[in-house]
């Protein structure tokens, strides 16, 4: 038996935006993630898998990036934003011909976009298939989650949004990978107590939580955030290590801030002339990140240095071996000093890996390949640890979040406390529309899109949006927009509104086989 | 290009871009409010609630009658009232500092009448989070506390800043990492004056050291040094060694500073 084990997350998801017209900047994002992220992490996971290492990640993908990748508009419209992409690639690499290191660079771009086309076209445009192999074959655990990432502690006021919450994300989840979810992803880590019961209802066996919602448990746990406790509720809490978050998140000490790692925000899409790049900048036009970047971090500095992409490469596999050893180093400590194998919990935002740290799926490709070889460490989710240690200590976990301080203040602040109002509002409203029976189909059909917008209203990116004040309009705007079309559906039900019924489940096509009294 | 949907992002990219683009369109309407008596509070943190309250018609009518009165909310437990804030009804919302992590507590928004206290309205009961260590342990399990404050040591090791400021809402309202200071210009006339606080020590090698329950790194003998800007006021500096056999010392330091202009 290995002296402790390490369960690394990943959690990727992605607001639920689909515009009616095609070339909106805000639905870009799933482009990039698919591009930068999505389709390198199966990469990696496919590398992984021909080399036979016995790899095992947790990974939860949200039902609002499910239901956009399983999109046919908005792949159609990826498709032809790739091409916009590759054509920019082979102008760069024209452009940088005989500029060294510039042009190899550009040609590692141009290389990973033919790379996305070609994976894309392979899997026929199905990138949830892939994610459903590696399930199959035990290289990953698929976690459900919330059914808009709606921020779950500040629903105490109205659980039957959080439960709704819950069970459209787990019946999202059957619904994409034809099984039942053993564990489940709050939203920003977000927990409060009362949550755990509608979990279990949902027969999910486990969640993870930050830090303190294990140290500030209450009764206090024996072995700290080392071991899963076991909630009320009966669903098991696993919280966060911190020593390999930090690692990883902290801009000061953390491994994406090297030097000789790319930098993100210098990008040729504000450095060369418009005339140039105006193809790419259609059909808005303004100026914005295009993906192609030839500096290093270099400094804290905006003095910015050449990118060198085989340096940064070895100094990727070089953190990651660092990272196993510090992992392997904690976990022999602490085997000294407690009597049951330690479990080191390590969540992240898969869009951390590729978009924001661009040689991040370097890194974690190394990681697990170390990992798994480790004689110390044993590669698991939470539910192989729960089927290894079934017995754990029974506590309340305190009310938490991984956001900033810890708690619920980054979505309740000046900016975006205006919304509770009208959510509570909407949510006890729908309470009520719900428990009435024998409704005819042509109201439950309208309240079923009524569901769908609050839980679009209800999404915690929109809160978070408005906080850090980049794109906060469209956040505010979005906001409005489903809690209107909300207030309209279910008010005067039984004045006709077959129009706007349509036009909206036009709109917003997510969850096509919801239904509203989940909300009861 | 920002999908920074997390809050750990903007501490690694915090300086993201400030896009020219502003979302084209116009906002839906929202109501002002629901018509409905409704007080309603949240919590924030350990130590802060947000509340917001709505009036129906009626209510709002005695609002205004009474609307150069004074109005509070006030904070109550199940025992007693914590404090009574004056509040402006118009403003439908406020956020406060309980003072109380842990404790359930209610609101109460209250007029003050010639005849004493009219309440208006009732709040929802909510419990903040204690945002510490519980002091019960569980009978079933043999709880070894010298083992636990070790391992908790080692989560906090890590600490992002939430446990830093934690720690500073709690105790260090005065201390802060030495940071250069920029000297005026050398062309007026100044004099300026500042210290720092240098405290060092000394310590069972293997043991951990918390101070003001941040983790201290030793040196291979066991001794230490920190190093911090002293701003006016006084301090109070606890230092907690956890040896390994289960011992423990506990050490208080107290300095004071005070800048005469």
Known sequence: ?520 | MTFSLTTHKPDLFKNDLNHPLKYKGHEAALPSGYATNRLIAMVRDPYWLFCYWDFDNNSWETVNQYIKQPFFLRLLTEENELAKIPINPQARSWYINTYAPGKTISLELVVCTASGFLVLLKSNLITMPTGSVSSFTDELWLSINELYSEKYCLSLGGSPHYWQKEAKREEAHYLASPIPQLLPSAKDHYLWLDTELIIYGKTTPDAVLLQNDQVVALDPEGQFQLHFKLNDGKQSLNFESYAKNGLSKTKALTVERSLQP
Not at chain 1, 255 to 270: A, E, M, N, T
Not at chain 1, 328 to 339: H, K, P, S
Not at chain 1, 357 to 386: C, H, M, Q
């Open chain 1, 1 to 520: 038996m290995k002296k402790g084990y390490l369960a690394i997350i990943l959690h990727a998801h992605l607001p639920y935006i689909r515009h009616l017209s095609d070339g909106d900047l805000e639905e870009e994002w799933l482009y990039e993630a698919i591009i930068e992220t999505y389709i390198p992490l199966l990469n990696l996971l496919e590398n992984l898998e021909a080399e036979r290492v016995p790899v095992r990640i947790g990974i939860s993908l949200t039902p609002p990036l499910l239901n956009m990748l399983e999109d046919k508009t908005l792949l159609k419209r990826f498709k032809k934003r790739l091409e916009v992409y590759l054509e920019l690639a082979d102008k760069e690499v024209k452009r940088t011909e005989r500029t060294y290191p510039f042009n190899e660079t550009a040609q590692l771009y141009k290389n990973n976009l033919l790379n996305v086309k070609a994976k894309f076209e392979f899997f026929q445009g199905d990138l949830i298939a892939p994610f459903k192999h590696f399930q199959s074959v035990g290289m990953v655990e698929l976690l459900a989650s919330a059914a808009t990432h709606g921020y779950l502690p500040l629903m105490d006021l109205t659980p039957n949004c959080q439960k709704a919450q819950i069970v459209q994300g787990v019946s999202e989840y059957k619904r994409f990978f034809g099984v039942d979810p053993k564990g489940f992803w709050l939203p920003e880590c977000g927990f409060s107590p009362g949550i755990d019961t509608f979990l279990a209802a949902n027969g999910l066996r486990y969640f993870i939580t930050d830090t303190h919602a294990l140290l500030h448990a209450n009764i206090k746990p024996r072995y700290a955030n080392y071991a899963p406790i076991y909630t009320p509720g009966k669903v098991a809490a696993f919280g966060r290590d911190q020593e390999s978050s930090k690692q990883v998140w902290s801009a000061t000490e953390g491994y994406p801030g090297d030097y000789d790692y790319r930098d993100f925000y210098r990008d040729i899409g504000f450095d060369l002339d418009y005339e140039y790049l105006h193809f790419i900048l259609e059909p808005v036009g303004s100026r914005k990140m295009t993906g192609f970047k030839y500096y290093k971090i270099t400094s804290s500095s905006d003095y910015k240095e050449p990118y060198y992409p085989a340096t940064a490469r070895a100094k990727a596999k070089l953190h990651a071996a660092n990272f196993v050893f510090n992992r392997e180093a904690q976990v022999n400590y602490l085997a000294t000093i407690t009597d049951r194998p330690p479990i080191l919990v390590a969540p992240y935002d898969a869009e951390l890996f590729g978009h924001w740290w661009f040689e991040g799926p370097i890194f974690l490709e190394e990681v697990l390949r170390l990992a798994a070889n480790s004689s110390v460490l044993e590669l698991v989710t939470p539910k192989d640890y729960l089927e290894y240690h079934p017995t754990n200590q029974i506590a309340i976990p305190s009310a938490s979040s991984w956001g900033y301080n810890g708690y619920n203040e980054v979505w309740l602040e000046g900016s975006n406390d205006w919304i509770y109002p009208h959510l509570h509002a909407a949510g006890w409203h729908l309470a009520n529309l719900a428990a009435q029976k024998d409704l005819p189909q042509s109201k439950q059909r309208r309240l079923n899109q009524a569901a769908r917008e609050l839980l679009l209203a209800e999404s915690s990116d929109w809160a978070f949006i408005m906080k850090t004040g980049t794109f906060a309009d469209y956040a505010r705007k979005r906001t409005k927009e489903h809690l209107a079309n909300f207030w309209q559906l279910t008010t005067n039900l039984d004045q006709p509104l077959n129009d706007l019924v349509e036009k909206l489940e036009k709109l917003n096509p997510i969850f096509p086989e919801i239904d509203y009294r989940i909300f009861a």
